[in-house]
């Protein structure tokens, strides 16, 4: 009941225990990133704040407390004031949907280790994250500059170009799961991940939330050698690092949802429930859940970090026709396989038909990448 002061504590802290984690893994994850990098490009990173460099984000945050903000004289005060909340605000409540720990009974009451545990837990992250872009395109133009306005432009055509291919990936794992809610979802995948299913389902959706959370190669809204910067272009201070805590955020929240979506959430690979007569199970301890979350969210920030020092930033027109051209109609087909394995393996009676799922989109997503090739390779040959 809502009177129950109860479930009012348990919200508290679940909520609590979510802002701060996603802020001191923000904190973290600077650190991880300037690391990593620099162990790829052959340099040393961070090593003087601290020992090893651990105290370096925190060096970073003093510097940037105490650093004199600007406002530009021709701004929008008000909307340059709001913008980086309004960029920082979705990155934090778009987390709250996602379950952490399965569903458990702790102190005479069933406990659920999502801060909002709803039954449309998709369509909740999909209003979120269509909203997220408010933040930049306010930002770019409030701050009546034209190269940050172009920023702005950019991060929203990138959006609206993204967003059509993320949503058939969650019509995907829809099918696949046969449920809107989240939890549910991640017990579906018990038995094997989503990622098996739908491989390339999984790559795709990869691809698109980096583009969604404007990291590289996708980082065009903040192309430093064509905007100086972009949309933050005027910010300084506080302000301007309101930004970047939105955007490693966001790194964190997308990691959780690839995670919870494709690769079966908190719970462990489907082949170790019987190690150990269930001792790795998290249906025997439900605190495993939240290590394996971890591990599979450090992986696929790792992943990121290394996309971003392999891939060099692509020219925008190519963005946008890689968005349209390719990832569109590549994602529409993989829903039409995918629910065309389902109903064919429920009505005819046969797994072959469920598992020609993954050996289909394979051979799909190849000749996907034979015609980008192919496409890239008559422009260079055109051109000389």
Not at 301 to 321: E, G, H, K, N, Q
Request: contains cysteine; hydrophobic residues 55%.
């Amino acid at each position: 009941m809502i009177s129950d002061w109860t479930l009012w504590l348990e919200w508290l802290i679940k909520s609590l225990v979510m802002i701060f984690a996603l802020l001191g893994g923000f904190i973290f994850l600077t650190y991880f990133e300037r690391r990593a990098l620099a162990r790829m490009q052959t340099r040393i990173g961070p090593n003087r704040a601290g020992p090893f460099g651990l105290f370096q984000p925190f060096a970073d945050a003093i510097k940037l407390i105490f650093k004199e903000e600007f406002t530009p004289i021709h701004a929008d005060k008000i909307v340059f004031f709001l913008a980086p909340i309004l960029t920082v605000v979705p990155s934090l409540i778009i987390a709250a949907v996602i379950p952490i720990a399965p569903t458990t009974e702790l102190f005479g009451r069933t406990i659920s280790f999502a801060v909002a545990d709803i039954n449309v837990g998709i369509l909740y992250l999909m209003s979120i994250a269509s909203i997220s872009v408010y933040g930049i395109v306010l930002a770019g133009w409030s701050s009546n500059n034209k190269y940050a306005m172009l920023g702005g432009l950019r991060s929203s055509a990138q959006m609206i170009s993204y967003e059509l291919a993320l949503g058939f990936c969650f019509v995907m794992v829809i099918l696949l799961g046969n449920s809107m809610s989240l939890n549910e979802i991640v017990v579906a995948q018990k038995d094997m991940w989503f990622a098996v299913i739908q491989p390339t389902g999984a790559i795709l959706f990869f691809i698109v939330v980096l583009a969604e959370v404007n990291r590289a190669p996708f980082d065009m809204p903040e192309a430093e050698q064509e905007l100086t910067a972009g949309f933050h272009s005027e910010y300084s201070g506080m302000k301007f690092s309101l930004f970047f805590m939105a955007e490693y955020q966001k790194m964190i929240v997308v990691s959780m949802i690839t995670a919870v979506l494709f690769f079966g959430g908190y719970r462990e690979l489907w082949f170790m429930t019987d190690w150990f007569n269930g001792a790795l199970s998290v249906d025997r301890f439900w605190f495993l859940g939240p290590v394996y979350l971890l591990i599979k969210v450090v992986i696929l920030l790792f992943v990121m970090i290394w996309t971003r020092a392999t891939w060099p930033r692509i020219r925008y027109d190519r963005l946008m026709s890689f968005g349209w051209k390719v990832l569109l109609p590549l994602s529409l087909a993989l829903v039409f396989i995918t629910a065309v394995g389902i109903v064919l393996a429920d009505v005819l009676k046969s797994v072959l038909y469920f598992w020609s799922i993954p050996v289909v989109s394979i051979m799909l997503g190849l000749f996907a990448v034979a015609v980008v090739q192919w496409s890239l390779r008559s422009k260079f040959h055109g051109r000389s």
